[in-house]
């Protein structure tokens, strides 16, 4: 399963990368952000986030996205997005490839997750569905077998994310629901909810902030807060 | 007209589900999923703390030092409760067994707790032995603002219990509450300064007893949810860390063995009486820790 599991990955991976191959650059605009936050939970207590993320669109067919998190609760995170997407009529179709490493050093554990899901895009509402399987090793791992591995192969992913204006207008609000973002793949019974908004300062500048509320035991039917993030930052388009 | 009549209809579903949902005869709290309805795990920590202050904990003496430990989980108890029942008639019979442990989920929903009660002082007493249950909070006991029936019957969520045999070993059980998918941060500084001062004793072995599985590894999984991830692998560092040497869980209703560096992570399966195939664990506390798993599909 396990060998299946990373076979799986690889052809994803080099699927990906035939594409990007055959794609020229667009006039898209590439983008890279910086955002720090704070976040409190249960477990960790307070601690502080900083993200750089950095988005490349290869043309209006394929976009990528790669993005680092560093914490101070010791949780560091390395990610990227390949994502091939389609104009329709109405909206756009996307696929997406998301690899994240964390490492989860406070506590000595590897967490990677290969997220593969379907999404469409229109101006007031994205959409996203797709399945993902993870990877989680003890730390320091010493033992080139599978042994020390513990694979949790089959899972779901999605996002369902409402925006209060189209997607080019100056401004907007957008309200989310998923179990994943770009530091995070969390398991399917564990949604996480997100307030945010973006204001373009002018056609370069564009600041974010967004807040993030997660809840412990939802589907244990007796839900309660867990934790919260608040994260704040600029981007620059060129 | 058409669109009016799918649009009263939806309605109607929705309010019937709802209806169905928080009724009296009602098994899933939809209002818990998203507003708890029993005190949360902080506040239900410190008021199990009250009891634990004033009585302490357990030390119970084994009869011999491969002794057995029986554990269920997810009995689910409603108007039935037959594997229930012949449970603790099994853990009673039996001579080397000083206590038994039930991992949560102990009845199905909300008023079920008498009939729980009930059949289990209705099973006979043994007079040859002194046994005891210990029991784990599960997800089903307290939401619909069930957690004072179970602080009635149980007093406490968290605590521990030490099993001392006859030539002085001494085996350590951490009791834990994850009722509700976490087990805060005042829970989790309690297991941190226990397994502290366990690292200090002699412990021969150290289990942590709980409801909640770690981990999702199959398809068994999907109707459960787990920690949160931050919570995951800060409870396998602790335990690891401090040498627990196994983890026994229920909630996955679904049998499943993890093995985490030296622990081994135990998903028992569940014994509610419409299963299929329902199983208790039975464990013999030796020098090493051997398990296997009974089957209850004939006791119906």
């Known amino acids: ?238 | 007209m058409k669109k009016n009549i799918v649009y009263i209809g939806s309605l109607l579903l929705v309010l019937g589900s709802i209806f169905t949902a928080c009724g009296p005869e009602a098994r899933l709290d939809m209002v818990g999923m998203f507003a708890g309805t029993s005190p949360k795990i902080d506040e239900r920590f410190e008021e199990s703390k009250v009891y634990n202050d004033q009585h302490g904990f357990t030390t119970l003496q084994a009869p011999v030092d491969d002794y057995r430990v029986y554990v269920c989980t997810d009995t689910h108890v409603t108007k039935t409760q037959t594997r229930w029942t012949y449970f603790i008639d099994t853990y009673r019979q039996d001579p080397l067994c000083p206590v038994a442990v039930h991992l949560g989920d102990i009845i199905d929903a909300q008023n079920y707790f008498d009939e729980m009660y009930s059949a289990y002082q209705a099973v006979p007493l043994n007079p040859a032995k002194k046994d005891t249950l210990m029991a784990v909070a599960g997800n089903h006991d307290i939401y619909f603002k069930q957690w004072p029936e179970y602080i009635k019957y149980f007093k406490t969520c968290y605590y521990y219990f030490v099993v001392e045999t006859p030539s002085g070993k001494k085996d350590l059980f951490v009791v834990y509450d994850s009722a509700d998918g976490t087990v805060g941060s005042k829970q989790l500084q309690w297991l941190r300064e226990t397994l502290e001062w366990a690292d200090k004793q002699d412990f021969r072995h150290i289990v942590a007893c709980t409801h909640t599985h770690f981990f999702k590894r199959d398809g068994s999984q999907g109707h459960t949810s787990n920690y949160t991830q931050e919570e995951t692998y800060a409870l396998l560092n602790l335990f690891e860390k401090h040498g627990v040497d196994m983890v026994w869980s229920g909630h996955d209703h679904s049998r499943e063995i993890t093995q985490v560096k030296d622990m081994t992570c135990i998903v028992v399966d569940s014994m509610k009486d419409e299963d299929k195939k329902p199983f208790y664990m039975l464990v013999t506390m030796g020098e090493k820790i051997d398990y296997e798993f009974i089957s209850v599909a004939d006791v119906r």
């Open chain 1, 1 to 238: 399963m396990k060998k299946l599991f990373l076979i799986l990955t690889l052809v994803s991976l080099l699927t990906s990368s035939m594409v990007m191959a055959q794609v020229q650059p667009g006039d898209t605009q590439y983008a890279v952000s910086l955002h720090a936050g704070y976040g409190h939970n249960l477990t960790y207590g307070s601690y502080a986030n900083f993200d750089i993320d950095a988005y490349l669109p290869i043309n209006k067919h394929f976009d990528m996205q790669a993005n680092v998190r560093t914490s101070t609760a010791n949780v560091h995170t390395m990610g990227v997005q390949l994502r091939p997407k389609f104009a329709l009529p109405v909206g756009e179709l996307y696929v997406e490839d998301r690899l994240m490493l964390r490492f989860v050093s406070r506590d000595s554990f590897r967490d990677f997750v290969h997220a593969l899901s379907v999404g469409y895009m229109m101006q007031y509402v994205n959409v996203q569905v797709g399945i993902s399987n993870r990877i989680i090793t003890p730390l320091p791992y010493t033992n080139h077998s599978e042994d020390g591995m513990i694979l949790e192969p089959f899972d779901a992913v999605y996002r369902v994310e409402a925006f209060v204006r189209p997607q080019s207008a100056v401004w907007n609000i957008s309200l989310c629901v998923s179990n994943m973002d770009n530091y995070q793949v969390e398991r399917m019974w564990q949604p996480m909810f997100y307030l945010g908004g973006w204001y373009d300062i002018n056609e370069h500048w564009r600041v974010r902030i967004s807040g993030k509320m997660k809840l412990a035991g939802m589907f244990h039917l007796n839900a309660h807060y867990y934790g919260a993030e608040l994260r704040a930052g600029a981007e620059y388009r060129f």
